[in-house]
């Protein structure tokens, strides 16, 4: 599977990324459990999308790695499609991406995905904590 094929509510996600860059943590509670967040951006050669990592994967992942995810879910957040593990999926690091990308690469990474600055009032999608491994929250 690549990012061109994936659409909206699509579940049983099976593909291979490349973490191009990885955003702020943000801190949330929901039903009293503590969670974190972290938006990342992730490409293949057909194009890039945005990767929620949740909980201990965003200590597990680093810019310039590649990841394999399966069982992913696809979700849609202000219009844009994100690519996350939700509740059943599992995000393992397979090795470095192909040409050295990332943060502490000389190699010069272009995408067409902003990354933004979270606001101060920034609310997380209850469908996106609802997918999140309950385990992890």
Do not use: C
């Not at 597990?60 to 995810?69: E, F, I, M, P």
């Not at 994100?82 to 470095?96: A, H, P, S």
């Not at 010069?108 to 933004?116: Q, R, W, Y």
Request: proline content about 3%; glycine content about 10%; overall charge negative.
């Amino acid at each position: 599977m690549q990012i061109k094929d994936l659409k909206p509510k699509q579940g049983n996600v099976d593909i291979t990324v490349d973490v191009v860059d990885i955003g702020d943590v943000r801190e949330f509670n929901k039903f009293g459990k503590p969670g974190r967040v972290s938006t990342a951006i992730a490409k293949d050669e057909t194009g890039d999308i945005k990767l929620t990592l949740w909980n201990e994967d965003i200590e597990k992942v680093k810019a310039g790695d590649k990841v394999h995810l399966t069982n992913g879910y696809v979700n849609e957040w202000q219009g844009e499609m994100q690519l996350t593990t939700g509740r059943m999926g599992k995000l393992e690091i397979i090795g470095k991406a192909e040409g050295g990308m990332g943060k502490d690469s000389d190699s010069e990474i272009k995408t067409n995905v902003p990354m933004e600055e979270p606001d101060e009032d920034v609310s997380v999608e209850e469908e996106d904590i609802e997918d999140s491994d309950d385990e992890e929250i």
